[in-house]
């Protein structure tokens, strides 16, 4: 991977689509995608935003994954509700990554795509002056940690913001729970926990073939190569790490060197059938890159994972599924628990609460005071989110939220986008930002090291 860089850019023009010269634009954000092979590419431009210019510049190398960016796009713009006013401007051909560079179209890129080729892309971008705003995740292999590092000090040196996307941020339930956690009345304080009861659980269960934008998801097959895409446990991991840092720990600077001590790791596959992988990529046979990973027709995908570590000595335990398809009216699911000294905040999402994500407080004890002091807790939090009420149930309460304040996977990519090109006009990221999200990447490349090390 370390030449493929160089490679890309030494290739020559032949067979590239032309493209007009970009446009001048007096808005302050100006986008340009690169590389677009997922669909969270699109998911950025689902929604407008008044200080990005609507001409947004494409670099790729053709083919279907750009086909369907662009059709999501082109889905956007033309919907009957709140519809978008995108135009891309396209540059296809093999010397796209040279093309971007050298017309500068933009100020900030988008990238979401082939993992593998990502921290190529992350690193020329913030040496060529691109603010980067990224998919996760960044890096899917333990030796990429020195060249992310590398990545945020060429980023500081020019002035440029790099940054990941990190959408579980905005679930209202998660929102909640780490504003509960900061109440002490009710939450108490954090408990240590054990290796055996952590006291921070993140689960998470995802699905291949699914909906989007209301149409069925094609996946590209390279999504099922883990050395493209990445284990399980380096992927869908880095939300749930991520919020574990930011839930406990919030607005603290994080040392990944002093800071997180990984315990125990293990990784296991999700089991295809050839016509369960034709239905997610629409093709007829397994591509040859996969065919180490074939066994008796069935594709073995190293998608699951989990972990144990701690984090300032609290333990926490991740952990992520991957499933085929979800049952009929259920999706993606979360779970999660802290543990206090005076109750344990869980979402679930299971069939009891409809597969739609709902937060439960359990208090440990139960007293008067502790009821007095979470109904008072609820009623501060109502005056940013209007509506917010406590339901009882057999273990203490659950919170009930307006549809309003319920924002689908999609619509967060809108929250966490406008998050950032707020930074972007500032000018910097929180101080804590850059060496917590070193730290989260640390965090799941060593579980990935270990867990390989274990089943040798």
């Known amino acids: 991977m370390k030449y493929l860089l160089g490679a890309m850019i030494l290739l020559s023009a032949c067979g590239q689509t032309p493209a007009s010269a970009p446009s001048k634009s007096n808005f302050p954000i100006r ?9 969270h590419a699109a998911l950025v431009q689902k929604s407008g935003y008044p200080d990005i210019d609507t001409v947004v510049h494409v670099y790729a190398p053709g083919g279907q994954e750009l086909k369907a960016h662009l059709a999501l796009i082109e889905k956007y713009n033309t919907r009957n509700d709140d519809p978008t006013k995108w135009k891309e401007e396209v540059y296809e ?23 593998k080729k990502k921290i190529d892309y992350i690193r020329a971008s913030v040496d060529s002056g691109f603010n980067v705003f990224s998919d996760k995740p960044m890096i899917i292999q333990p030796g990429d940690l020195p060249r992310l590092e590398e990545a945020f000090a060429i980023a500081k040196k020019n002035k440029v913001l790099l940054y990941d996307i990190m959408t579980e941020r905005y679930q209202i339930t998660t929102v909640l729970q780490r504003q509960l956690s900061l109440t ?4 108490g304080h954090l408990e240590k926990g054990t290796k055996e009861n952590p006291a921070v659980t993140k689960e998470s269960v995802h699905h291949y073939f699914k909906l989007v934008s209301g149409k069925p998801l094609i996946r590209p097959s390279w999504y099922f190569d883990v050395t493209q895409e990445g284990e399980g446990i380096v992927d869908v991991t880095t939300h749930l790490v991520d919020l574990i840092q930011w839930e406990c720990f919030p607005d603290t600077v994080l040392d990944y060197r002093k800071d ?12 295809l059938t050839p016509s369960e992988f034709k239905k997610s990529t629409q093709l007829d046979k397994y591509p040859d890159f996969l065919a180490a990973d074939v066994k ?4 073995q995908v190293y998608a699951n994972g989990e972990m144990d570590y701690t984090l300032k000595g609290v333990h926490a335990r991740v952990s992520v599924k991957w499933n085929f398809q979800a049952p009929e009216g259920a999706g993606d699911t979360h ?11 869980v979402i679930r999402q299971g069939k009891e609460e409809g597969y739609k994500p709902v937060l439960y407080i ?13 109904h008072k807790a609820i009623d501060h939090l109502t005056d940013h989110w209007p509506g917010l ?9 659950s919170v009930s939220v307006p549809d309003k304040f319920n924002l689908d996977h999609e619509a967060t990519f809108a929250a966490v986008t406008k998050k950032y090109l707020g930074y972007v006009k500032e000018g910097a990221l929180p101080g804590w930002e850059v060496p917590n999200m070193l730290a989260k990447y640390y965090t799941t490349v060593k579980a990935l090291e270990m867990a390989r090390k274990n089943m040798k």
Request: glycine residues 8%.
């Open 335 to 345: 779970y999660s628990v802290l543990r206090g000294t005076l109750a344990n905040l």
């Open 184 to 187: 002490p009345e009710v939450f």
């Open 93 to 115: 051909g093999p010397d796209y990554l040279s093309r971007m560079f050298r017309d500068k179209a933009g100020n900030v890129v988008v990238i979401a795509g082939n993992n």
């Open 362 to 374: 359990e208090p440990v004890k139960y007293s008067p005071a502790f009821d007095s002091a979470l």
């Open 296 to 299: 008796d027709s069935l594709l």
């Open 31 to 39: 986008l340009v995608t690169l590389d677009p092979g997922h669909f």
């Open 260 to 271: 997180i001590e990984m315990l125990s790791a293990r990784r296991w596959p999700t089991i």
């Open 389 to 397: 009420s406590l339901v009882k149930t057999p273990k203490g309460w």
